[in-house]
């Protein structure tokens, strides 16, 4: 598998500081961010600040300070607003139904949430 990355991508232009967002928290790795467009009362990004298309991408490429201080952020995110429970979410190329090509981790709570996949 070669993961091919789009610099053009929208969360490549948040990165660098071309479009605005919804700062939540931030390290040396990772930015976590609000959805634009929530799926429920909590709904954050997480992405690496490194170009990785896919959690498989960053899984298998991304060093173990970028994986240490992506996890870090996703600790973050989740200790403020989700102790009742929640789900993160990569969704993954066509058959996950990806539409932005930059490696995200969608943390979502907040409420009482569905299942996972229609029964
Ligand atoms: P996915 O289908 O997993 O690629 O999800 C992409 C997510 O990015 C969707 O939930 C969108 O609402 C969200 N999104 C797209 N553009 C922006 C933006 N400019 N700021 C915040 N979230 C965004």
């Known amino acids: 598998m070669t993961f091919d ?3 053009q991508n ?3 232009k948040i990165l660098r500081g ?11 790795h ?15 990004l997480v992405i690496p600040k490194g170009a990785y298309v896919s959690i ?3 899984a298998a490429n991304a060093s173990a ?22 789900r993160a979410i990569a969704n993954t190329r066509t ?3 990806q539409e932005v090509p930059h490696f995200h ?3 979502v709570g907040g409420e009482q949430l569905g299942r996972m996949l229609p029964a």
């Open 18 to 28: 071309e479009i605005p967002n919804n700062t939540v928290f931030e390290n040396d």
């Open 56 to 58: 498989d991408d960053f």
């Open 65 to 86: 300070a970028e994986q240490a201080g992506f996890f870090a952020a996703v600790a973050t995110v989740c200790a403020s607003g989700v102790d009742e429970g929640f």
């Open 5 to 7: 990355y789009d610099d």
């Open 30 to 44: 990772a930015l976590a961010f609000r959805d634009i467009n929530p799926q429920a009362a909590v709904h954050i």
């Open 105 to 107: 981790m969608h943390i």
């Open 10 to 12: 929208i969360f490549a």
């Open 95 to 97: 058959h996950g139904v």
